[in-house]
């Protein structure tokens, strides 16, 4: 089955740390984007990539870093940087830029 | 700025009764429009889409939408809605000039029985 697979699914760290989110896609998409939500504020977008090795700021990318090292995954690393780190973390991908994206099962972050 | 609202943060229908969601966004040239639905806990899945063409397009689970140029509207509808269908509801739009797409801040969907 082709899909979008994130994980962990539930994801509790110490405030301090560094935690990585993984998200991997076997859909042949280029482009790969995550997204974060917050209750009442939607999606907002933290980073995105057209292409593999390249990849660009959203609305929200600070205190966050990712890597695009090959097609197939896109991880997201939350740094101690991240202010409120805790939220309900969305990856998504399509095939180009603007075409209709799909989307992971998300993962949620608890920094405590 | 290009962005999209959902005017209505919270709306509760009958089970059986029709259901309108609205949506607008800021004008752009050729935009692409979605309407998106997400479960608690959940990701989000497509509806419907619009690119071009017939401004009246049908989507799974029985809702459909119409792309009104003129009031930069994309309305979403169902003319009877079910229990099942109580979740969150996205608008999103993609521009040809932006590298990515914009989402509402949802509208949440409860069914009264």
């Known amino acids: 089955d082709g899909g979008i697979t994130q994980s962990p699914k539930y994801l509790f760290r110490k405030e301090g740390q560094n935690v990585t989110l993984s998200c991997e896609q076997n859909l042949n998409h280029d482009a790969m984007y995550w997204y974060r939500q917050d209750p009442g504020q939607g999606l907002r977008l933290i980073y995105y990539?057209?292409?593999?090795?390249?990849?660009q700021k959203g609305d929200i990318a600070e205190g966050y870093s990712v890597s695009r090292e090959k097609k197939e995954s896109f991880p997201l690393t939350v740094t101690s940087a991240q202010k409120n780190p805790t939220a309900f973390y969305l990856c998504a991908s399509s095939i180009m830029e603007n075409t209709e994206a799909f989307f992971g099962q998300g993962t949620r972050l608890t920094v405590v | 700025a290009q962005s999209v609202t959902q005017p209505d943060i919270h709306i509760t229908v009958s089970e059986g009764a029709s259901l309108e969601l609205r949506c607008n966004y800021s004008y752009g040239a050729t935009p692409y429009l979605f309407w998106y639905v997400q479960s608690p806990g959940q990701g989000l899945q497509l509806l419907l889409k619009y690119f071009s063409g017939d401004t009246l397009v049908q989507g799974i689970k029985g809702f459909e939408a119409e792309f009104k140029r003129s009031q930069s509207s994309f309305n979403l509808r169902k003319p009877s809605v079910h229990w099942s269908d109580a979740a969150e509801y996205f608008c999103a739009v993609g521009y040809s000039s932006a590298s990515k797409i914009i989402f509402g801040s949802g509208t949440r969907l409860s069914i009264r029985p």
């Open positions: 990539s057209q292409i593999v090795n390249d990849f």
